[in-house]
């Protein structure tokens, strides 16, 4: 089941991150940018948690076991631009993975979005995610370096999605 999220849900999505980035995300860094990067990255954001557009799929049992959203605002800023939209942190389970979960997320994030007036979404990517979010219909813009608290600079690639 997909879910938008509450506030209630901010261990579980923690939780989620914990048990997540490092399984995925080893393959495609290096050891030392995960062990500064990581510690920031697994914190659930409780205005994205209740920000409305940020969503959980759950099992038969309530855990959480993919996650992911949009929002209007630029990620660490409340910048907002006419018709640009923002995917935000993502997350499968490593026991999860290839059962569709992420699909259906990402998908419920296009529609809503573009039933919102949104044109076009963004996404830092991290490397590991970069194919999947390409196969769901963004291209790669560039690489880039996302600035992280702690003044923390973590390498992902800027992906892009049209709409309509």
């Known amino acids: 089941m997909i879910r938008t999220t509450t506030l209630a849900d ?44 940020f969503y959980v799929a759950e099992t038969d049992d309530g855990s959480v076991v993919s996650c992911g959203g949009w929002t209007l605002e630029q990620p660490g800023t409340a910048l907002v631009q006419p018709g640009l939209a923002h995917i ?3 997350a499968t389970h490593p026991e999860h993975t290839r059962r569709g979960l992420a699909r259906a997320i990402i998908q419920r994030c296009l529609t809503d979005a573009a039933a919102r007036g949104v044109q076009a979404l963004e ?37 892009r999605c049209e709409l309509g």
């Open 10 to 53: 901010i261990d579980a999505v923690t939780a989620l991150f914990a048990a997540t980035y490092p399984v995925l995300l080893a393959p495609f860094y290096d050891a030392d940018v995960l062990e500064i990067a990581l510690p920031l990255m697994t914190k659930a954001q409780p205005q994205l948690l209740a920000s409305g557009t």
């Open 88 to 90: 935000r942190h993502f």
């Open 123 to 159: 996404c830092q990517s991290t490397r590991a995610a970069e194919s999947f979010y390409a196969a769901s219909g963004f291209k790669t813009v560039r690489a880039i370096d996302v600035q992280l608290p702690r003044d923390v600079l973590f390498p992902a690639i800027l992906m």
